[in-house]
């Protein structure tokens, strides 16, 4: 009796089951930097599991600071990618989630065990977003090496090291200074000499002493606008109608289209490319001059910041059989200005 009491004995010494180490453990900090607030991602891999009802705890040392309002809501757990339902307490599948201490956080598992072999994801913070979203975070200890010890009655055991440094933000500045391209394709247009039986069109080259050289519609000059402004631009015209000394022909005060016989002088553009378009009263198939010597309109823009639009300018004048004779001329300026 006494002999078998003995060997007994020593084959339940032999048989104690001892804890396992957690491996692949990590924890990601969103900021090292002492003293600081900081998002925790924590995932490890537990060889023998964590039974129902068991408890896993989180020990934090180095002066780190857990808030007292952090709580469940603060905090996901994933068992394998899955999350699990998270409460103040135990109960039912649901996990107990609790801050016990200024450097410790207990979990307590409801009734689905999680098997050995699986890989457990922790995250802690604002990052916290299944169910609800976290609000609360961990402040980090000074600067040095902080632990993060694992422990409880699930059966395995582990600790990992974060550095903490004094400042692990790097402040990197840049200037993109503001850009705005503009380009006017032609200086001089021409109309040649003007007739009252259709209308003449200006084009960019000088015809000489030809009437109405160009009696189809077309495009005298273009303009070109970009910018990097967040308001875009604007493109303004300014000058006066077609004047000889005291004698002008009439410009159109709205969008009109061509009536031969009968003094006008327009002008309309068409946009392409970009973010650019044509303001009224010059985008429509009529024609249009507003501005005069003294008062600028504006006649393009963008709202926003924008690759080359191209703007194509056609110009118009018809006269009529009492338009006095002489030499016209007009000297038009165009402005584009940087929204910046």
């Known amino acids: 009796m006494i002999a078998l009491v003995v060997?007994?004995?020593?084959?339940?010494?032999?048989?104690?089951?001892?804890?396992?180490?957690?491996?692949?453990?990590?924890?990601?900090?969103?900021?090292?930097?002492?003293?600081?607030?900081?998002?925790?991602?924590i995932q490890f891999t537990t060889p023998t599991g964590i039974a129902a009802g068991a408890t896993l705890i989180l020990t934090?040392?180095?002066?780190t600071s857990i808030p007292a309002g952090l709580d469940y809501?603060?905090?996901?757990?994933?068992?394998d990618g899955v999350d699990a339902t998270l409460n103040s307490t135990a109960a039912g599948t649901a996990w107990g989630v609790a801050r016990t201490s200024v450097t410790v956080i207990t979990f307590t598992n409801g009734s689905t065990a999680v098997t050995g072999g699986s890989v457990v994801n922790i995250e802690i913070g604002t990052n916290a977003t299944s169910g609800s979203a976290g609000d609360q975070q961990i402040t980090n200890g000074s600067a040095g090496t902080t632990t993060l010890s694992f422990s409880g009655t699930f059966g395995d055991s582990g600790v990992l090291s974060m550095p903490i440094i004094t400042n692990s933000i790097v402040a990197i500045s840049a200037t993109v200074l503001p850009t705005i391209s503009f380009t006017i394709s032609d200086n001089t247009i021409y109309f040649g000499n003007l007739r009252t039986g259709g209308p003449c069109f200006a084009q960019g080259s000088d015809p000489g002493n030809v009437t109405c050289p160009t009696q189809a519609e077309a495009e005298a000059f273009n303009m070109t606008a970009a910018t990097n402004g967040t308001g875009g631009y604007?493109?303004?015209?300014?000058?006066?109608?077609l004047t000889s000394n005291a004698?002008?022909?009439?410009?159109?005060a709205t969008n009109q289209a061509s009536n031969p016989g009968n003094e006008q002088f327009g002008m309309r553009a068409?946009?392409?490319?970009?973010?650019?378009a044509v303001l009224a009263p010059f985008l429509a198939s009529g024609f249009a001059w507003t501005p005069t010597a003294t008062t600028p309109v504006n006649m393009a823009s963008s709202s926003v910041a924008t690759t080359t639009t191209t703007y194509s300018v056609r110009y118009i004048a018809n006269i009529s059989p009492t338009t006095e004779s002489g030499s016209y001329t007009a000297s038009h300026t165009y402005i584009a200005t940087g929204n910046f």
């Open 60 to 63: 934090f040392d180095n002066s």
């Open 73 to 79: 809501t603060d905090v996901d757990l994933k068992d």
């Open 247 to 252: 004698n002008t022909i009439t410009p159109n």
């Open 270 to 276: 068409t946009a392409t490319s970009g973010s650019g």
């Open 234 to 241: 604007t493109i303004s015209a300014q000058g006066a109608t």
């Open 7 to 41: 060997v007994t004995s020593g084959i339940m010494n032999l048989t104690k089951t001892m804890a396992a180490s957690l491996t692949s453990m990590s924890d990601t900090v969103t900021n090292l930097s002492a003293a600081t607030v900081a998002n925790h991602t």
